[in-house]
């Protein structure tokens, strides 16, 4: 008898007709509850990739965050005791989630601003530098030398947004587009009545990232070194880069050492426990379906073996081994949980192809293919369900 005819014999023997409604729902409880918890992984991995940003530009929480010493009733007269140290510096290095930290240079000496022929603007200013890694956008002129007349400065987006709807119209100036305000230069004053120095102001950018008046760290260094009213070095502020802003053990560090920044940027810290329990629910949910939906699928097996158990015991007995019997029924049953795992893979990497389009209208960026936990749990998930029928098969054929 060849092979082909005795697949066909054995075929007719154990799996007779019927039960085939009780197999198809299987597999679709199977299928329904491995695609929930391949999505409730992909929900997880992607919200986390979102937090860090695939590029330095692109994170969804603050990835760079200021930070200073908060001012009280008992300390806001120290002076020096709020500014951060070298050892402090340090210890924020290894603090959880941080990565890089810089210092935010600010100016020691009165600096002003006018625009008497344009606009007959006028106002004390401040200035602070930053090291260039830290920056989000470095315009190509962010540079200065000494004895250079014109000095780039940036600005933070919210402080053209202040001027625009709240500092112009109450005093009756115009509003300006970012567009004029790079065109326009102002007078830039340095130091007091007895040593001053004049520079032309021109902005060349705006950044979103830090609230300030940005100037080159080579223009605040030698502005300091000549003008500057203290002898510290010491910043009051500090730049830091995270991995995840909205770690409870980076917040409770800020607390423990009553460090603050700007609440608003720890803001994803609710979203990012919302996004846990939802998908901690869905995942316990996605686990109880497939944990149905398995027992359903071994019930199945189990009582196809017992139909076919005068048959099965004729083939023993015909000389047919318990492991040849197995690989056949192996060889009927696998391809079903196959097919529910490629079925789920393939509803799940449409789902964050869909997502990866989508959250580019967001100037966000996602992959296109599922991560590596939904691979991993892909892997996982296979390997139950393969030795749950196995192990089912090798019992009813004993």
Known sequence: MSRKQTDTLLRKLIFRQGGKARLRAAWVALCAGITLLLLSVMIWW?????????????????????????ITDENMGAGMGNLFSDAEIETLKHAPQVQDVGALSANKFPVSASMGSTLGFYTELFLEAVPERFMDKKPADWNWQEGQPQVPIIISAEFLNLYNYGFAPSQ????????TIQSLGFQLTIGSAGIQEKYTGHIVGFSDRITSVLVPESFMNYT???????????????????????????EHFLEE?????????????????????VTLATGVLAILLIGISTLVFILFIELT????????????????????LGRFMMARFVPVVISTIVTAIILVTAAQAFFSVWIQKLQLEASVLPGWPVWLVVSISTVILLFCVRGTIRRGLR
């Open 46 to 70: 992607n919200f986390r990739e979102l937090l860090q940003g695939r590029s330095k530009n692109d994170s969804l929480g603050s990835t760079f965050l200021t930070i200073n010493k908060k």
């Open 172 to 179: 009756g100036l115009p509003q300006m587009s970012e567009t």
């Open 224 to 250: 300091n070194q000549k003008f500057g009213r203290s002898i510290s070095a010491q910043p009051s502020r500090l730049i830091v880069k995270t991995n995840d802003p909205s770690d409870k053990q980076f």
């Open 257 to 277: 050492h009553k460090y603050t920044t700007n609440a608003e940027q720890l803001r994803w810290n609710k979203v990012r426990a919302i996004v846990q329990i």
């Open 305 to 324: 073996l017992a139909k076919a158990n005068e048959s099965i015991q004729l083939l023993l007995q015909l000389g047919y081994s318990p492991s040849y």
